[in-house]
């Protein structure tokens, strides 16, 4: 492996302990609100890269209240790290599109 790629491999390892970190908060804070929120995307499929942003499904029905506060919790704990997310409501969702964003995750 040469020099740049060891360097890509080492920033990637590390961002990608920054995302799942903020993702255990989260997750951990929504669950304590009783809201269900599932990763999605290259991070839950282990496929997260240098530049990889992180998916959020934010499941079942919410009101404008209820998305108002997750969204306040998803933004806060994704401020610490300064990655870029996705907050993605079941809500605003085809099922098509719902089923091919949990397609894959484990």
């Not at 934010?58 to 806060?76: C, H, P």
């Amino acid at each position: 492996m040469n020099r740049m790629n060891a360097l890509t491999a080492k920033r990637r390892a590390t961002r990608q302990e920054l995302a799942s970190a903020a993702v255990v908060r989260i997750l951990h804070e929504a669950s304590s609100k009783g809201i269900d929120v599932t990763l999605v995307g290259s991070l839950a499929k282990g496929d997260f890269r240098a530049h990889s942003d992180v998916d959020l499904l934010v499941r079942g029905s919410v009101d404008s209240k209820r998305r108002l506060l997750i969204e306040r919790l998803v933004a806060d704990g994704m401020r610490g790290p300064g990655i870029p997310y996705d907050l993605i409501f079941e809500d605003d969702l085809t099922e098509d599109r719902r089923q091919e964003l949990l397609d894959g995750i484990v």
